[in-house]
């Protein structure tokens, strides 16, 4: 028997186990032996491999998966099989599958059947494409939540259309293996590096199931994928989109959700769950950052010796940098064994949190020795540097700076934008304020003006001040109609257009008079009713007639003329004055024409408003000698009018 505590040896199969260079009688009288398959050429390879080993080795203890890459000590393969065979001395393994049960249901299932008092460590591995790993993850999380986890998620080799996983000879397309690692004596150290930048603007998770997603940013995934990676991107997902992750925070931990499926309405799967309202950014590499020696960053790693190293990594991180990749697992194998594969998910325990994680490097070191590493011996090997290596770190470094710079940018417009919000807020509180003083005393003096009247008699000077407020009456209409729109819903009701239109000309008429003008009004129909909301309705008429009254030249008659014309009533309001000049203008906010005459040129922007949410027709004519607005109001459904 071997006596070496804890050993790990690995192997490379391009074709045939059976031409392999394993020495099976090195393992023959060795009880507690873990083997993991890592197979990126199939199905029918990967069960050939699986029978071949339990003919050798039937008293071990087998996972497999399929992969998009495979990591053997310091290299790193594709379409090839890497089988890693551990030996330990004081561990005992357990082993069980689940298959066609929910994915939350299956973690729950397999910890229930793995975990024992000393669990130090499960590995797991589920199928890549029907899985969803983050509820696999809670499920286990939810029967014990303090033990290690390590693995991932099924590949092939990019094609997104079906993943294998094996425990001993039963190969699975569906649902979750999983090995637990019980001992006393056995030490683990995980840990994690991402690596992962986010870039451009925060996007927001519109509509979303578990980890399909149907709406981002008020567009479908695929639109949204074509506008911000192209149109060749988006027609090729999902294999296209594993690089560009979307970024969200989940547990203090940057998290990436990797695409792993496009559907035909439109909507995207991820590998992880996602919520609705979750700000997201899409990523990139950090390529800067993944080449840098790995060791480095995890400095727990020198508490133990490690024996063994399990690497389970995103395919993202080999096929964003295919020729660069290798330094990223070239230290760990300076070290001890290593072995593993890139994944389309990756699992990851952090306190007492299952996480799913994508783009992901995990690690896991494992020693059945009592002593740690020294690290002046055990010191990583400078980096290598060359041109092409150079040349991406420029490119990264480059993203990563125009991104801060961006980010900066964005701070500063969002604080303008605040102020300029609470500015309009302020404003708009001072007018709701003003104008719900102002009505008391308009309203008082109108009142007391009457009274007068009635016992003294009108007179000319009473007669410029009845003017004079009837003009602030329709600005007051105005402002508070602006102000309410928001707030209060407006119904509809039925209203004889010939009799309201009439009202509102006697209420105006004084005033044109004191204008040297006068109101001549003419309907085709005694009754016009149509469906309307009555303070609409004033806005149109009020400021309709205000501004002829302001523009028409002296001793100029106006003319307010209502007729039926298919199945509309037209209302037209014609005067003499002068030729408009921007008529594209005269309906916009602040405009207008003359700019001696008072107002806020409101009047006709709020009019343009309401007919465009009422679905009312307009027409302007001018010319040097008369100007014509018409309005086209829809006739009431079954009126039974009288002529």
């Not at 060791?295 to 940098?321: E, G, H, V, W």
């Not at 309307?532 to 149109?540: A, G, H, S, V, Y």
Request: proline share 2%; net charge neutral.
């Amino acid at each position: 028997m071997l006596q070496f505590h804890m050993k790990t040896f690995n192997y490379s199969v391009k074709n045939s186990i059976k031409n392999s260079n394993i020495d099976f009688e090195k393992f023959k009288n060795e009880k507690n032996i873990l083997i993991q398959i890592f197979c990126g050429q199939g199905k029918e390879n990967l069960k050939k491999t699986v029978l071949t080993l339990l003919k050798e080795l039937p008293q071990a203890v087998l996972i497999g998966t399929t992969t998009d890459g495979e990591i053997k000590d310091k290299k790193i393969t594709t379409s090839n099989t890497i089988i890693s065979i551990s030996i330990f001395e004081n561990t005992l393994i357990k082993k069980y599958y689940v298959e066609n049960q929910d994915s939350f249901d299956t973690g729950f299932t397999l910890a229930k059947e793995l975990i024992t008092p000393n669990t130090k460590l499960l590995i797991l591995f589920t199928d890549g494409t029907t899985t969803n790993g983050e509820n696999f993850l809670k499920g286990i999380e939810s029967f014990n939540n303090k033990i290690p986890i390590c693995g991932g998620m099924a590949g092939d080799n990019g094609e997104f259309t079906q993943t294998f996983i094996c425990s001993q000879n039963k190969i699975l397309k569906s649902g979750a293996v999983g090995v637990s690692l019980n001992s006393d004596s056995l030490k683990i150290h995980n840990d994690y590096r991402f690596n992962w930048s986010s870039i451009g603007i925060e996007h927001t998770i519109d509509k979303i199931e578990d980890n399909r997603v149907y709406s981002i940013n008020g567009m479908s995934p695929i639109d949204f994928y074509s506008k911000y990676l192209g149109e060749d991107v988006a027609l090729a997902l999902p294999a296209t989109g594993i690089e560009f992750p979307l970024i969200v925070e989940k547990d203090g931990i940057p998290t990436a959700r990797a695409l792993i499926a496009k559907h035909k309405d439109g909507s995207v799967s991820f590998a992880g769950n996602l919520k609705e309202g979750d700000k997201v950014k899409l990523g990139f590499g950090n390529a800067e950052m993944i080449m840098q020696n790995p060791i480095k960053s995890f400095d727990t790693l020198y508490n133990i010796k490690p024996q063994s190293f399990f690497l389970y990594s995103c395919m993202a991180r080999r096929r964003y940098m295919p020729d660069l990749i290798q330094v990223e697992v070239e230290p760990f194998a300076r070290i001890a064994p290593t072995s593993g594969f890139f994944t389309y998910a990756e699992f990851y325990h952090n306190g007492s949190k299952n996480l799913l994680l994508n783009q992901t490097l995990t690690v896991v070191a494992l020693t059945e020795e009592n002593t740690k590493i020294d690290k002046k011996v055990k010191k990583a090997e400078p980096e290598k540097k060359d041109a092409y290596a150079r040349t991406i770190r420029a490119l990264t470094h480059l993203i990563r700076q125009s991104t801060k710079d961006y980010d900066k940018q964005t701070t500063k417009l969002n604080e303008e934008k605040l102020y300029t919000h609470n500015l309009l807020a302020a404003q708009k509180q001072f007018l709701r304020h003003t104008i719900h003083e102002t009505n008391t005393p308009l309203s008082t003096i109108m009142g007391n003006i009457e009274l007068y009247e009635m016992e003294f008699g009108k007179n000319r000077y009473l007669s410029n001040i009845e003017v004079a407020m009837k003009n602030l009456f329709s600005i007051y209409d105005d402002l508070s109609y602006l102000i309410k729109k928001d707030q209060i819903i407006y119904a509809n009701q039925r209203i004889d257009l010939t009799d309201y239109a009439r009202s509102r000309i006697d209420f105006f008429s004084q005033v044109a008079i004191n204008a040297k003008s006068k109101l001549i009004f003419e309907s085709s129909k005694r009754v016009k009713y149509i469906n309307f909301n009555e303070t609409k309705l004033q806005r149109i008429i009020d400021n309709n007639l205000t501004n002829a009254i302001k523009y028409t030249f002296e001793n100029e008659d106006i003319y307010i003329l209502l007729y039926e014309e298919e199945g509309f009533y037209k209302l037209q309001f014609s005067s003499h004055s002068t030729l408009i000049q921007e008529p594209k203008k005269i309906f916009e906010e602040y405009y207008r024409e003359e700019k001696l005459k008072e107002g806020f040129g409101l009047g006709l922007n709020l009019v343009k408003k309401i007919c465009d949410e009422e679905g009312i027709k307009i027409d302007l004519e001018s010319n040097s000698h008369f100007t014509t607005f018409t309005y086209y109001f829809k006739k009431e459904n079954n009126e039974n009018s009288a002529t």
